[in-house]
C-alpha cells in the first residue's frame, strides 16, 4: 500500500512542478522608465525649442521704449537736424538692447541644450536600466523553468521505475503463491501463471478504468 502511495505522490508531483514551468514567462519584465525621467526629459525638449523665458517680452519693451523716444524728440527738438540726430542716437540704443537679447537668447539656447543632453543622457541611462532588467528577469526565470522541468522529470521517473517494480513484485507474487495444485475439472490446471505481458495488460486495463495513464504518462 505504501508503494501505491508513493507512486501515486510521484506522478502528482510531477504534475504540479510541470504546471509551475508552464506558467513562467521568461521574457517578463517590471522595470519600467521612470515616469519623472520622461517628464524632465519633454520639459528639455520644450525649452530649447522655444525662446528663452522673458525675451519676447523684453523685445516687446525695448519697441515701446524706442517709439516714445521717438515722440519725445519729435515734440521736443527745436529743428530737424537735432531731430535726426536724436532719433539717430535713440535708435542706436535700440540696436543695442535688441544685439544684448540676441546675445542672451544665444547663451540661454546653449544652456538649455546642455539641459537636453543632459536629459537624454538619463533617459539613454533609464534604457539600459531596462534592458539589464529584462536580462536579469529572462536569466531568473529560465533558472527556475529548468529547476521546475528537471524535478518534473525526476518525479515522473521515479513514478515510472517504481511502478514497473510494483507490477514485478505482483508477477512474482502470483508466480510463487500459484505455482502447481490439482487441475479444476474442464479447465486449466489450478496454479496456472499468467505471463508477465498478460499480466502487465491487466493492470494497465485497471488503471485506465480509474483514470490513470500508467506507463504512458504524458509529457
Request: glycine share 12%.
Amino acid at each position: 500500500m505504501q508503494g501505491v502511495i508513493s507512486i501515486v505522490n510521484s506522478f502528482k508531483n510531477a504534475t504540479v512542478w510541470k504546471r509551475k514551468a508552464k506558467s513562467l514567462n521568461p521574457i517578463e519584465a517590471y522595470k519600467d522608465i521612470d515616469g519623472n525621467a520622461k517628464k524632465q526629459y519633454g520639459l528639455a525638449q520644450h525649452l530649447y525649442n522655444g525662446r528663452m523665458p522673458g525675451a519676447q517680452q523684453m523685445e516687446q519693451n525695448i519697441l515701446t521704449s524706442n517709439a516714445n523716444s521717438q515722440n519725445n524728440i519729435n515734440r521736443n527738438s527745436a529743428d530737424s537736424s537735432q531731430s535726426l540726430a536724436m532719433n539717430a542716437a535713440a535708435q542706436g540704443q535700440t540696436d543695442q538692447a535688441f544685439a544684448n537679447l540676441g546675445i542672451m537668447e544665444a547663451q540661454n539656447k546653449m544652456d538649455m541644450l546642455g539641459n537636453l543632453n543632459n536629459q537624454s543622457a538619463n533617459m539613454q541611462n533609464e534604457g539600459n536600466m531596462v534592458h539589464a532588467d529584462k536580462v536579469r528577469r529572462f536569466n531568473d526565470n529560465t533558472s527556475r523553468k529548468d529547476a521546475y522541468l528537471s524535478a518534473y522529470q525526476a518525479n515522473k521517473t521515479k513514478g515510472i521505475e517504481d511502478l514497473n517494480g510494483l507490477v514485478q513484485s505482483i508477477i512474482k507474487m502470483f508466480a510463487g503463491g500459484m505455482g502447481g495444485g490439482p487441475g479444476a475439472p474442464g479447465g486449466a490446471p489450478y496454479g496456472t501463471m499468467q505471463s508477465p505481458q498478460s499480466m502487465t495488460g491487466m493492470i494497465n486495463t485497471g488503471a485506465a478504468a480509474t483514470g490513470y495513464r500508467g506507463f504512458t504518462f504524458g509529457k
